[in-house]
């Protein structure tokens, strides 16, 4: 089982099995991260794992599109295309702006 702490929700944490897809974690347990597209798409579900990078899958194409390469160094992911291998990982985000 993998853990999953929602920074940004308030340190929500929530459990699922090994090799679980970060954003589909975040839908099924009201953790927040923000999304529109939930494909790769359009960018929205931009968030950082603070601690157990060590624990997601390697970067994929279509995170390329959205994030430079700094981003990446400092632990920036797409939720919608980030995997949880195993392990425990801490996320946060920037809160969309309430109209």
């Known amino acids: 089982m993998i853990e999953v702490t929602f920074i940004t929700n308030g340190n929500k944490v929530a459990t699922a099995p090994d090799n679980s897809n ?4 975040s839908l099924r ?3 927040g991260i923000p999304f529109l597209c939930g494909g790769g798409k359009c960018g929205t579900c931009k968030c950082r794992i603070e601690q157990g990078i060590e624990h997601t899958d390697k970067v994929k194409d279509k995170e390329r599109k959205h994030l430079t390469q700094e981003d990446l160094d400092q632990g920036y992911r797409m939720a919608c295309q980030t995997f949880v ?3 425990s990982i801490s ?9």
């Open 91 to 99: 996320v946060s985000w920037v809160p969309k702006k309430k109209a």
């Open 29 to 31: 347990e009201q953790g």
């Open 22 to 25: 970060l954003l589909r974690v």
């Open 85 to 87: 291998l195993e392990g």
